[in-house]
């Protein structure tokens, strides 16, 4: 499974909507998939996954907003 797919299954799992195909650049909070309450839940969904600790100042929505803008945050943290 690649990455995108992975992502999309966890953002999948924390929305508890298994029916959503968002297109990668699509906003996630402004569509209505998200919101600020599942912040935290995919972001630990993502370190699990992924083995990766995300500090809390970066629990921001813009930086989890699209399926690119996670793939680009995973790229940063090398």
């Known amino acids: ?3 995108q797919e992975t992502l ?4 999948r799992q ?10 990668a650049d699509e906003s996630l909070f402004e569509s209505g998939m998200l919101d600020s309450f599942a ?6 969904a993502i370190e699990k996954e992924f083995k ?3 500090p809390d100042s ?9 399926i690119e803008r996670m793939e680009a945050y995973l790229d940063s943290r090398g």
């Open 1 to 3: 499974m690649d990455r």
């Open 8 to 11: 999309l299954t966890l953002i």
């Open 14 to 23: 924390v929305s508890k909507k298994k029916d959503i195909h968002p297109a």
């Open 39 to 44: 912040l935290p839940d995919l972001v630990s």
């Open 52 to 54: 990766i600790s995300i």
């Open 58 to 66: 970066d629990l921001n929505p813009r930086k989890f907003d699209s």
